[in-house]
């Protein structure tokens, strides 16, 4: 028994008072009488103590206590917990999916609340007769009752999936390995929303505390006509006020933040610019500390290899190298037809017909033959509309000699000095060539900001073709094709732990969220997973059914004051009866 205004036991102590007033009040009243004779040897009053105390001791003071406790007790509130009959059979349907894992209000999650009303009711039902089901989209058996094991451990052991709400169809699926469910007398559904079409003698038990502010939508799009990327976001705010927050937009080197103003219940788009990605994996993150911060966070990749692989011919400049890794992750490939990217620096190489080739004071048989240095001057833009030539300033370049070079084929000039192609590109159906023609050492291209953003140009425009234009969104229990992306090697989560697929099938169902790597002969590429987006979003609560319904506490008493009232009442009577000296029973005379 507990009590809801505990302070008002206090008042038991106005029993004192009563106590005091009771034994100042003298038993002993004088008469008149006509001769003392007839007292005269009858004993004296008792000598004891606790004789002389119940000589005090009457029925009208014990009652008088008793109607001071009851009134104490009744504004006290005293409430004891209730204990359902206990049904012959009963099946526990607890929700699994990714919204129990939001906050109540006492810091446990409302998986661990629903956990901790099921072990209520099953600790009056016999483990042989109890269904426990997790129902998710992914549903599971934790107990039935052909099982040995206690249904209670089998409840502690469990947790919240990352998966989304079940389905009507799996809810029966469980319930009929077990016979259907005509064969229990109570199911009792423990979940954070209302279950259409559950059978007849089910009911829910609501957990719906918790705030959550949520990212339901993320996408990333290649800029065809500029550099970078635009990412598009949706943001639940499922509360009733409007909140100041911070969408942060990484592509795990550089970011893009934007402050809302979010408004109360209600869902909205924002498309950011992220001009300054150079990435593939990106992650859209609002910063605000709601209840749910699982859904905080979502990932996109772009369908495109993770890194540049790149195949070395010649001498290592060190310059190069730093430019190039500035710009995008870099693999180096010990095999050609592996590679992404050649670079050719200071050596005459054989005829390439296929693929994206940097040559920097390169010739190559049959395409382009270098001469002699010669002096040169100002360095002009031959295409300045070139992508190539995107963001650079050719006024900042200052070359000291060019070499002559005698193209064989087709070619097209972007930067001259005095009538010499500097930079020249060929470019045809298979192959695209980039030609540097002066040596980098003698120009001031290595230490300018020039010469990175060329290359980013490069990986961008030559090697890292735009992602095609489809906005997947895998989630956790969508089963991922790892097809067309080249011989499988292995999969591995973001701690680098590898994860089992489908080498029949060529599947992979991610059982939480992350970013996974595909590693393929064809390289690395990432897998994004996220937590479903359904989770997030609002709740309508005009379908819930009040009916049918019980919205779940800490703890359901029984208020047990009006029984304490009653007694009052009751001593109050008694009270009376015995002080105006009217017979409680009548006796019939003979």
Same mark, same amino acid.
């Given at each position: 028994?507990?009590?809801?205004?505990?302070?008002?036991?206090?008042? &038991?102590?106005?029993? *004192?008072?009563?106590?005091?007033?009771?034994?100042?009040?003298?038993?002993?009243?004088?008469?008149?009488?006509?001769?003392?004779?007839?007292?005269?040897?009858?004993?004296?009053?008792?000598?004891?103590?606790?004789?002389?105390?119940?000589?005090?001791?009457?029925?009208?003071?014990?009652?008088?206590?008793?109607?001071?406790?009851?009134?104490?007790?009744?504004?006290?509130? !005293?409430?004891?917990?209730?204990?359902?009959?206990?049904?012959?059979?009963?099946?526990?349907?607890?929700?699994?999916?990714?919204?129990?894992?939001?906050?109540?209000?006492?810091?446990?999650?409302?998986?661990?609340?629903? +956990?901790?009303?099921?072990?209520?009711?099953?600790?009056?039902?016999?483990?042989?007769?109890?269904?426990?089901?997790?129902?998710?989209?992914?549903?599971?058996? *934790?107990?039935?009752?052909?099982?040995? %094991?206690?249904?209670?451990?089998?409840?502690?052991?469990?947790?919240?999936?990352?998966?989304?709400?079940?389905?009507?169809?799996?809810?029966?699926?469980?319930?009929?390995?077990?016979?259907? @469910?005509?064969?229990?007398?109570?199911?009792?559904?423990?979940?954070?929303?209302?279950?259409?079409?559950?059978?007849?003698? %089910?009911?829910?038990?609501?957990?719906?505390?918790?705030?959550?502010?949520?990212?339901?939508?993320?996408?990333?799009?290649?800029?065809?006509?500029?550099?970078?990327?635009?990412?598009?976001?949706?943001?639940?705010? %499922?509360?009733?006020?409007?909140?100041?927050?911070?969408?942060?937009?990484?592509?795990?080197?550089?970011?893009? $933040?934007?402050?809302?103003?979010?408004?109360?219940?209600?869902?909205?788009?924002?498309?950011?610019?992220? @001009?300054?990605?150079?990435?593939?994996?990106?992650?859209?993150?609002?910063?605000? !500390?709601?209840?749910?911060?699982?859904?905080?966070?979502?990932?996109?990749?772009?369908?495109? @290899?993770?890194?540049?692989?790149?195949?070395?011919?010649?001498?290592?400049?060190?310059?190069?190298?730093?430019?190039?890794?500035?710009?995008?992750?870099? $693999?180096? /490939?010990?095999? +050609?037809?592996?590679?992404?990217?050649?670079?050719?620096?200071?050596?005459?190489? @054989?005829?390439?017909?296929?693929?994206?080739?940097?040559?920097?004071?390169?010739?190559?048989?049959?395409?382009?033959?270098?001469?002699?240095?010669?002096?040169?001057?100002?360095?002009?833009? %031959?295409? !300045?509309?070139?992508?190539? &030539?995107?963001?650079?300033?050719?006024?900042?370049?200052?070359?000291?000699?060019?070499?002559?070079?005698?193209?064989?084929? !087709?070619?097209?000039?972007?930067?001259?000095?005095?009538?010499?192609?500097?930079?020249?590109?060929?470019?045809?159906?298979?192959?695209?060539? #980039?030609?540097?023609?002066?040596?980098?050492?003698?120009?001031?291209?290595?230490?300018?900001?020039?010469?990175?953003?060329?290359?980013?140009?490069?990986? =961008?425009?030559?090697?890292? /073709?735009?992602?095609?234009?489809?906005?997947?969104?895998?989630?956790?229990?969508?089963? *991922?094709?790892?097809?067309?992306?080249?011989? +499988?090697?292995?999969?591995?989560?973001?701690?680098?732990?590898?994860?089992?697929?489908?080498?029949?099938?060529? $599947?992979? $169902?991610?059982?939480?969220?992350?970013?996974?790597?595909?590693?393929?002969?064809?390289?690395?590429?990432?897998?994004?997973?996220?937590?479903?987006?359904?989770?997030?979003?609002?709740?309508?609560?005009?379908?819930?059914?009040?009916?049918?319904?019980?919205?779940?506490?800490?703890?359901?008493? #029984?208020?047990?004051?009006?029984?304490?009232?009653?007694?009052?009442? *009751?001593?109050?009577?008694?009270?009376? =009866?015995?002080?105006?000296?009217?017979?409680?029973?009548?006796?019939?005379?003979?």
């Amino acid at each position: 028994m507990s009590f809801l205004h505990p302070s008002a036991l206090y008042l &038991l102590l106005a029993g *004192l008072l009563i106590l005091l007033f009771h034994f100042l009040r003298s038993r002993e009243r004088q008469r008149e009488v006509s001769s003392l004779l007839l007292w005269r040897g009858l004993p004296g009053d008792p000598q004891s103590r606790a004789a002389r105390l119940r000589q005090h001791l009457d029925p009208l003071l014990l009652l008088q206590l008793g109607i001071l406790i009851a009134l104490c007790l009744t504004l006290a509130q !005293p409430q004891l917990r209730v204990t359902e009959h206990s049904p012959s059979s009963l099946a526990i349907v607890i929700d699994g999916s990714v919204s129990m894992r939001t906050e109540t209000n006492t810091g446990a999650s409302r998986y661990e609340a629903a +956990v901790n009303e099921a072990i209520l009711l099953l600790g009056t039902v016999p483990p042989e007769e109890t269904l426990v089901i997790q129902l998710t989209e992914h549903p599971i058996l *934790l107990s039935t009752p052909a099982d040995l %094991a206690d249904p209670i451990s089998a409840l502690q052991a469990s947790s919240p999936t990352w998966y989304a709400d079940g389905s009507l169809d799996g809810l029966m699926t469980m319930l009929g390995s077990a016979g259907g @469910p005509e064969q229990f007398d109570r199911i009792l559904f423990l979940s954070d929303r209302v279950f259409p079409g559950l059978p007849a003698n %089910a009911e829910t038990i609501l957990f719906d505390e918790g705030a959550n502010v949520g990212i339901t939508a993320f996408a990333v799009r290649t800029n065809l006509t500029s550099s970078g990327v635009t990412a598009f976001v949706e943001i639940l705010n %499922a509360t009733d006020d409007y909140l100041d927050a911070t969408v942060r937009i990484s592509d795990g080197e550089s970011q893009a $933040t934007l402050a809302l103003m979010l408004p109360p219940n209600d869902v909205d788009q924002y498309v950011i610019p992220f @001009p300054a990605s150079r990435g593939s994996v990106f992650s859209a993150s609002v910063e605000y !500390p709601d209840d749910l911060p699982a859904d905080n966070v979502r990932h996109f990749a772009l369908d495109r @290899p993770i890194d540049v692989r790149v195949y070395w011919v010649g001498e290592r400049n060190r310059y190069l190298v730093a430019a190039l890794r500035a710009t995008v992750p870099v $693999t180096e /490939v010990d095999d +050609v037809n592996d590679a992404d990217l050649i670079i050719v620096h200071r050596q005459d190489v @054989p005829l390439v017909e296929q693929g994206v080739v940097l040559l920097v004071q390169s010739g190559m048989e049959g395409v382009v033959t270098l001469g002699e240095a010669h002096d040169v001057d100002t360095v002009t833009a %031959a295409s !300045p509309e070139h992508t190539l &030539l995107r963001s650079i300033d050719p006024d900042d370049l200052r070359v000291r000699q060019a070499f002559h070079a005698e193209f064989d084929v !087709p070619f097209d000039v972007l930067l001259s000095a005095d009538g010499m192609p500097l930079l020249a590109e060929v470019r045809d159906d298979s192959r695209r060539l #980039l030609f540097l023609l002066f040596d980098l050492m003698n120009s001031n291209l290595p230490v300018t900001v020039d010469f990175p953003l060329l290359l980013r140009n490069l990986a =961008y425009d030559l090697v890292r /073709v735009p992602a095609a234009l489809a906005f997947e969104s895998p989630e956790v229990g969508d089963v *991922l094709s790892l097809r067309g992306r080249g011989t +499988v090697e292995s999969v591995t989560d973001s701690a680098d732990a590898a994860v089992e697929y489908s080498n029949t099938l060529l $599947t992979f $169902t991610p059982a939480r969220p992350g970013v996974y790597t595909l590693t393929t002969d064809r390289g690395a590429f990432a897998l994004t997973v996220n937590a479903p987006a359904s989770e997030t979003l609002l709740r309508n609560p005009s379908s819930q059914r009040p009916d049918e319904t019980i919205r779940a506490e800490s703890d359901r008493f #029984l208020p047990m004051w009006p029984w304490f009232v009653l007694l009052a009442v *009751l001593l109050l009577l008694i009270e009376a =009866y015995i002080h105006l000296g009217i017979p409680l029973f009548s006796r019939r005379s003979t």
